[in-house]
């Protein structure tokens, strides 16, 4: 009995020492990966709309809203998650778009997050990937197979094929990775979604 009052003893030292030390370590680089963030997330800002001048965040239509929540599912788009919007503003406080960070819950990997810039007309001027964990070699090749085709297109949604696009609306899927390309497609028409329901829409045009 004494030893098995010692042994839990020194098991709880051992707990209390490694979270303190857990502890401090996470209190030292809380603000620095903060930091690394912010500015990751400023340089995707930047990268999605390279003509404005600053970037005003705005509110995002909650959740909670019983009727917004139903017609976002309805529309397909339970599983995406419109996590930031920011007003993206020219040097004289004009609004020339928005830039929206959008989380897919639906990769292979799982959450897939990105920014995505969108001009007032429509046009969605390209995706910058913040975050992706999918399968090397496959989903992983978002970054070089599926964010180049997002740039310069003005169309109310996309969708995606295996043997090869014919439209402005067609995506190039990756082959082997049908869900990444799934979950990123669906999350881009999410953010065109929101953008044009609840910002004001675009003038685009179905090709």
């Known amino acids: 009995m004494k030893n098995m009052i010692k042994d839990a003893a020194i098991l709880l030292v ?3 020492f490694s979270g303190l030390i857990l502890g401090l370590v996470y209190g030292i680089t809380k603000e620095p990966i903060a930091l690394a963030e ?3 997330a400023k340089e995707a800002y930047a990268e999605v709309f390279p003509s404005a001048g600053e970037f005003q965040e705005q509110e995002v239509t909650s959740m909670e809203e019983e009727s917004w929540k139903t017609e976002w599912a309805e529309a397909g788009f339970e599983g995406v998650d419109i996590e930031k919007s920011l007003a993206a503003l020219d040097e004289s406080g004009n609004v020339l778009g928005y830039v ?6 639906e990769g292979y990997g799982g959450d897939i997050t990105f920014t ?8 969605l001027n ?4 913040l975050s992706i964990s999918e399968t090397a070699g496959l989903g992983m090749k978002a970054e070089d197979v599926l964010k180049p ?8 949604g996309f969708t995606y094929t295996k043997t090869g696009a014919v439209s402005e609306s067609q995506i190039d899927a990756i082959s082997g990775a049908t869900i990444t390309t799934n979950a990123v497609t669906t999350a881009v028409n999410g953010g065109l979604y929101y953008f044009q329901s609840q910002l004001g829409g675009g003038s685009n045009e179905a090709e």
């Open 116 to 123: 995505m810039g969108i001009s007032l007309d429509g046009t």
């Open 126 to 129: 390209g995706i910058s990937i």
């Open 14 to 16: 051992i707990t209390l």
């Open 38 to 40: 912010e500015r990751a």
């Open 149 to 156: 085709q997002f740039a310069g297109k003005n169309v109310p």
């Open 100 to 105: 929206l960070t959008v989380t897919s819950h």
